[in-house]
């Protein structure tokens, strides 16, 4: 759970910053030992790179932007001083121009890679992935069978899998690319359950949506309600698998929580 949480950790830092990476972790306390009050930092190695960062998380405030540093072998590719500049070390001279105080919100690393695409090419794939990392894990199956999902226009599960109804509704009754995601999770629930699944309905009340569940043989679908924390789950982890996008790289927590074999 600590390694799946500090990959998650560092690519919420990479695309949206340390401050947001570090509320989406529950706040320093989410990350650091208990009682420590030293400061954070991670390294992660992506070919010939390493990315370093190291930020003070100590209440009230987060060191944003904190201090960062990309090198390839002794050299350093860029650099981000504590709350200070940014700057890039590439094939130009060393650049400190008015491109480095925009998109703040967002590591150094990300906003160098966006300005100058063409001079991380080779490493896309990598970066793609670290964009695309997607982490789930409790998911909230009490929501799920009382209320349902929020109504909303997702195309992508929530970590807690909450949105599960809404983005399968949206799904199967989308675009081409969406409705074969859909039909994966539709077919593989088949085979993971054949006595049991067939296809899902769904229902609006208000702002939610909800499910009734098909079985092979029976006219009349079954709520939520009734189906067991199994077959919920695996629901959620093939809505996880479908969910991820090209290039992506996704991750499902205590995989085996609540699954039975057929």
Known sequence: TTL??????????????????????????GIRRIGSREAVSFRLKIRDLIWNVRA????????DPPAESVVRGKKHVIRQEPAGRLQYFGRRKKKEESWASSGRARSGFARVVDIFPTDFAPYASELTALREYRHYRNPDLRTLMSVGSEESN????HSDGRNLFSVLRNWKAGAREHLERYEFVKRHMQLAFPEVFDDLDFEAAGRTVSARFFSPGMKEAVSVGAISNGVLVALIHLAAVASTPVGGIMAIDELETSLHPF
Do not use: K, N, Q, W
Not at 7 to 13: E, H, L, N, Q, R
């Open 154 to 157: 997702d195309a992508h599960l």
């Open 4 to 29: 799946l949480a500090a990959i998650d950790f560092a690519c919420s830092t990479f695309d949206r910053g340390i401050a947001a990476a570090t509320t989406s972790a529950g706040g320093a306390a």
């Open 56 to 63: 003070s998380l100590s209440p009230p405030s987060v060191e």
